[in-house]
Protein backbone atom coordinates (compact mmCIF):
# COMPACT_ATOMS: atom_id res chain seq x y z
CA UNK A 1 0.00 0.00 0.00
CA UNK A 2 1.02 3.58 -0.50
CA UNK A 3 2.23 5.69 2.10
CA UNK A 4 1.47 9.36 3.09
CA UNK A 5 3.48 11.32 5.83
CA UNK A 6 1.48 14.16 7.32
CA UNK A 7 2.92 17.21 9.28
CA UNK A 8 0.72 18.76 12.34
CA UNK A 9 -0.95 15.34 11.76
CA UNK A 10 -3.18 15.30 15.61
CA UNK A 11 -5.75 18.41 14.69
CA UNK A 12 -7.96 20.53 11.81
CA UNK A 13 -6.59 20.22 8.28
CA UNK A 14 -4.18 17.26 8.89
CA UNK A 15 -6.47 15.24 10.97
CA UNK A 16 -8.85 15.64 7.81
CA UNK A 17 -6.45 14.64 5.49
CA UNK A 18 -5.51 11.29 7.95
CA UNK A 19 -9.10 10.34 8.01
CA UNK A 20 -8.90 10.80 3.49
CA UNK A 21 -5.76 9.16 3.13
CA UNK A 22 -6.51 6.26 5.97
CA UNK A 23 -9.96 5.65 4.16
CA UNK A 24 -8.26 5.55 0.54
CA UNK A 25 -5.83 2.70 1.92
CA UNK A 26 -2.47 5.12 2.65
CA UNK A 27 -0.46 3.74 5.02
CA UNK A 28 0.08 7.04 7.37
CA UNK A 29 3.15 8.64 8.90
CA UNK A 30 2.01 11.23 11.37
CA UNK A 31 4.09 13.54 12.55
CA UNK A 32 3.57 16.18 15.46
CA UNK A 33 4.68 17.81 18.79
CA UNK A 34 1.92 16.07 21.19
CA UNK A 35 2.99 12.39 22.16
CA UNK A 36 -0.30 11.96 23.52
CA UNK A 37 -2.32 13.05 20.39
CA UNK A 38 -0.30 11.17 18.45
CA UNK A 39 -0.72 7.78 20.73
CA UNK A 40 -4.65 8.42 20.41
CA UNK A 41 -4.33 9.07 16.68
CA UNK A 42 -2.19 6.12 15.64
CA UNK A 43 -5.22 4.11 17.39
CA UNK A 44 -7.61 5.65 15.89
CA UNK A 45 -5.90 4.93 12.59
CA UNK A 46 -4.89 0.80 13.40
CA UNK A 47 -1.60 1.09 14.50
CA UNK A 48 -0.16 4.28 12.28
CA UNK A 49 3.50 5.28 12.21
CA UNK A 50 4.38 8.35 14.47
CA UNK A 51 6.85 10.63 14.60
CA UNK A 52 7.05 13.09 17.67
CA UNK A 53 8.52 16.43 16.18
CA UNK A 54 8.57 19.89 16.26
CA UNK A 55 9.17 21.40 13.23
CA UNK A 56 11.02 24.51 14.91
CA UNK A 57 14.09 22.75 15.28
CA UNK A 58 16.88 21.05 13.82
CA UNK A 59 16.00 17.71 15.27
CA UNK A 60 12.28 17.82 14.30
CA UNK A 61 13.26 18.76 11.10
CA UNK A 62 15.46 15.97 10.82
CA UNK A 63 13.23 13.80 12.10
CA UNK A 64 10.72 14.54 8.83
CA UNK A 65 13.30 14.31 6.35
CA UNK A 66 13.79 11.17 7.07
CA UNK A 67 9.94 10.33 7.18
CA UNK A 68 9.64 11.95 3.99
CA UNK A 69 12.06 9.82 1.97
CA UNK A 70 9.72 6.83 2.69
CA UNK A 71 6.50 8.65 1.62
CA UNK A 72 4.19 8.04 -1.43
CA UNK A 73 2.38 11.28 -0.50
CA UNK A 74 3.63 13.83 1.62
CA UNK A 75 1.69 16.70 3.09
CA UNK A 76 3.39 19.53 4.56
CA UNK A 77 0.36 21.07 6.53
CA UNK A 78 2.21 22.02 10.15
CA UNK A 79 1.97 25.86 10.77
CA UNK A 80 0.66 28.39 13.44
CA UNK A 81 -0.88 31.43 13.40
CA UNK A 82 1.22 34.40 15.88
CA UNK A 83 -0.99 35.85 18.59
CA UNK A 84 -0.82 39.32 17.57
CA UNK A 85 0.50 41.70 14.84
CA UNK A 86 3.78 42.65 13.33
CA UNK A 87 6.39 44.67 15.95
CA UNK A 88 3.69 42.71 18.70
CA UNK A 89 4.88 39.89 18.20
CA UNK A 90 8.62 38.73 19.69
CA UNK A 91 11.13 38.37 16.47
CA UNK A 92 11.99 34.87 17.84
CA UNK A 93 8.23 33.67 17.29
CA UNK A 94 8.46 35.66 13.54
CA UNK A 95 11.74 33.67 12.87
CA UNK A 96 9.87 30.48 14.12
CA UNK A 97 7.43 30.82 11.69
CA UNK A 98 9.40 30.83 9.30
CA UNK A 99 10.77 28.10 9.86
CA UNK A 100 8.33 25.68 10.07
CA UNK A 101 6.13 27.11 7.25
CA UNK A 102 8.96 27.94 4.70
CA UNK A 103 11.94 25.43 6.22
CA UNK A 104 10.21 22.63 7.11
CA UNK A 105 8.64 22.49 3.72
CA UNK A 106 11.71 23.31 1.90
CA UNK A 107 13.54 20.39 3.69
CA UNK A 108 10.71 17.70 3.57
CA UNK A 109 9.81 18.37 0.01
CA UNK A 110 14.02 18.37 -1.09
CA UNK A 111 14.34 15.12 0.77
CA UNK A 112 11.26 13.27 -0.64
CA UNK A 113 11.02 13.90 -4.26
CA UNK A 114 14.23 12.20 -5.15
CA UNK A 115 12.73 8.67 -3.65
CA UNK A 116 9.78 9.70 -5.07
CA UNK A 117 11.19 10.14 -9.14
CA UNK A 118 13.49 7.24 -8.56
CA UNK A 119 10.14 5.16 -7.64
CA UNK A 120 7.91 6.75 -10.04
CA UNK A 121 5.55 7.94 -8.45
CA UNK A 122 4.52 10.04 -5.89
CA UNK A 123 3.52 13.83 -5.40
CA UNK A 124 3.81 16.81 -2.44
CA UNK A 125 0.75 18.68 -1.12
CA UNK A 126 1.75 21.76 0.55
CA UNK A 127 -0.79 23.98 2.85
CA UNK A 128 -0.70 27.22 2.18
CA UNK A 129 -3.41 29.62 2.46
CA UNK A 130 -5.88 31.97 0.88
CA UNK A 131 -3.61 34.57 3.06
CA UNK A 132 -0.66 34.08 0.26
CA UNK A 133 -2.72 36.39 -2.42
CA UNK A 134 -3.27 39.31 0.60
CA UNK A 135 -1.02 41.18 2.86
CA UNK A 136 -0.84 39.30 6.31
CA UNK A 137 1.97 40.07 7.93
CA UNK A 138 4.69 37.16 8.53
CA UNK A 139 1.65 34.69 7.99
CA UNK A 140 0.48 36.00 4.87
CA UNK A 141 4.21 36.30 3.22
CA UNK A 142 4.77 32.53 4.41
CA UNK A 143 2.38 31.42 2.58
CA UNK A 144 3.10 33.28 -0.57
CA UNK A 145 6.23 31.33 -0.27
CA UNK A 146 4.69 28.09 -0.40
CA UNK A 147 2.30 28.71 -2.92
CA UNK A 148 5.62 30.37 -5.02
CA UNK A 149 8.17 27.40 -3.99
CA UNK A 150 5.50 24.72 -5.06
CA UNK A 151 4.49 26.02 -8.62
CA UNK A 152 8.32 26.67 -9.35
CA UNK A 153 9.08 23.12 -8.08
CA UNK A 154 6.10 21.44 -10.11
CA UNK A 155 7.59 22.75 -13.22
CA UNK A 156 10.75 21.85 -12.63
CA UNK A 157 10.64 18.32 -11.33
CA UNK A 158 9.30 15.82 -13.68
CA UNK A 159 7.88 12.43 -12.52
CA UNK A 160 6.17 13.85 -9.06
CA UNK A 161 3.60 16.48 -8.36
CA UNK A 162 3.69 19.54 -6.04
CA UNK A 163 0.77 21.22 -5.59
CA UNK A 164 0.13 24.23 -3.06
CA UNK A 165 -3.35 24.13 -1.48
CA UNK A 166 -5.12 27.38 -0.24
CA UNK A 167 -7.67 27.40 2.29
CA UNK A 168 -9.35 30.14 3.96
CA UNK A 169 -11.04 30.11 6.93
CA UNK A 170 -11.90 26.44 8.29
CA UNK A 171 -13.40 25.49 11.28
CA UNK A 172 -10.23 23.85 13.53
CA UNK A 173 -8.46 25.08 16.44
CA UNK A 174 -6.26 27.01 14.36
CA UNK A 175 -7.69 30.90 15.47
CA UNK A 176 -8.18 30.10 19.09
CA UNK A 177 -4.64 28.64 19.61
CA UNK A 178 -3.66 32.04 18.41
CA UNK A 179 -5.67 34.17 20.14
CA UNK A 180 -7.60 35.28 17.28
CA UNK A 181 -10.92 36.50 17.77
CA UNK A 182 -13.31 35.31 14.50
CA UNK A 183 -16.56 36.07 15.76
CA UNK A 184 -17.40 38.80 13.25
CA UNK A 185 -16.37 36.69 10.41
CA UNK A 186 -19.99 35.92 8.25
CA UNK A 187 -20.85 32.44 8.12
CA UNK A 188 -20.71 32.27 4.38
CA UNK A 189 -16.34 32.35 5.11
CA UNK A 190 -16.29 29.37 6.79
CA UNK A 191 -15.07 26.02 5.06
CA UNK A 192 -15.26 22.44 6.93
CA UNK A 193 -11.53 20.79 6.93
CA UNK A 194 -12.78 17.66 5.38
CA UNK A 195 -14.55 19.34 2.32
CA UNK A 196 -10.97 21.90 2.09
CA UNK A 197 -9.38 18.07 2.07
CA UNK A 198 -11.40 16.34 -0.49
CA UNK A 199 -11.18 19.53 -2.99
CA UNK A 200 -7.20 18.88 -2.14
CA UNK A 201 -7.27 15.27 -3.35
CA UNK A 202 -9.66 16.28 -6.37
CA UNK A 203 -7.17 18.74 -7.37
CA UNK A 204 -3.83 16.99 -6.65
CA UNK A 205 -4.94 14.29 -9.05
CA UNK A 206 -6.54 16.52 -11.84
CA UNK A 207 -2.45 17.84 -11.86
CA UNK A 208 -3.15 21.63 -10.37
CA UNK A 209 -0.37 23.13 -9.14
CA UNK A 210 -2.52 25.25 -6.96
CA UNK A 211 -5.91 24.24 -5.02
CA UNK A 212 -8.44 27.18 -3.71
CA UNK A 213 -11.79 24.92 -2.04
CA UNK A 214 -15.08 27.14 -1.58
CA UNK A 215 -16.14 29.09 -4.84
CA UNK A 216 -15.82 31.76 -2.94
CA UNK A 217 -12.53 31.87 -2.14
CA UNK A 218 -11.96 31.32 -5.65
CA UNK A 219 -13.55 34.78 -6.41
CA UNK A 220 -11.50 36.37 -3.73
CA UNK A 221 -8.62 35.36 -5.17
CA UNK A 222 -9.23 35.97 -8.91
CA UNK A 223 -10.52 39.41 -8.33
CA UNK A 224 -7.63 40.40 -6.26
CA UNK A 225 -5.64 39.68 -9.34
CA UNK A 226 -7.00 42.73 -11.33
CA UNK A 227 -6.93 45.44 -8.27
CA UNK A 228 -4.08 47.22 -7.42
CA UNK A 229 -1.70 45.50 -4.69
CA UNK A 230 -1.74 48.73 -2.56
CA UNK A 231 -5.63 48.46 -2.23
CA UNK A 232 -5.85 44.86 -1.42
CA UNK A 233 -3.28 45.30 0.92
CA UNK A 234 -5.40 47.96 2.72
CA UNK A 235 -8.39 46.09 2.61
CA UNK A 236 -6.97 42.55 3.39
CA UNK A 237 -5.25 44.36 7.27
CA UNK A 238 -8.76 45.89 8.14
CA UNK A 239 -11.08 43.00 7.41
CA UNK A 240 -11.72 39.62 9.26
CA UNK A 241 -10.10 38.84 12.54
CA UNK A 242 -8.73 41.19 15.52
CA UNK A 243 -6.97 39.43 18.26
CA UNK A 244 -8.15 39.21 21.79
Request: aromatic fraction near 8%.
Amino acid sequence: MPTALITGATAGIGAAFARRLSADGFDLILLARDSERLARAAEEYGGAEVVVADLSTEEGIVRGEEAARRADLVVNNAGFGQKGRFLEVPIEDEVTMLRVHCEAVLRLTYAALPEMRERGRGGVINVASVAAFFSRGTYGASKAWVVSFSEGVAQAVPGVHVMALCPGFVHTEFHDRANIDMSGMPGAFWLDADNVVDTAIRDFRRGLSTSVPGAQYRTLVGASRFLPRNLVARLSSRTGHKYR
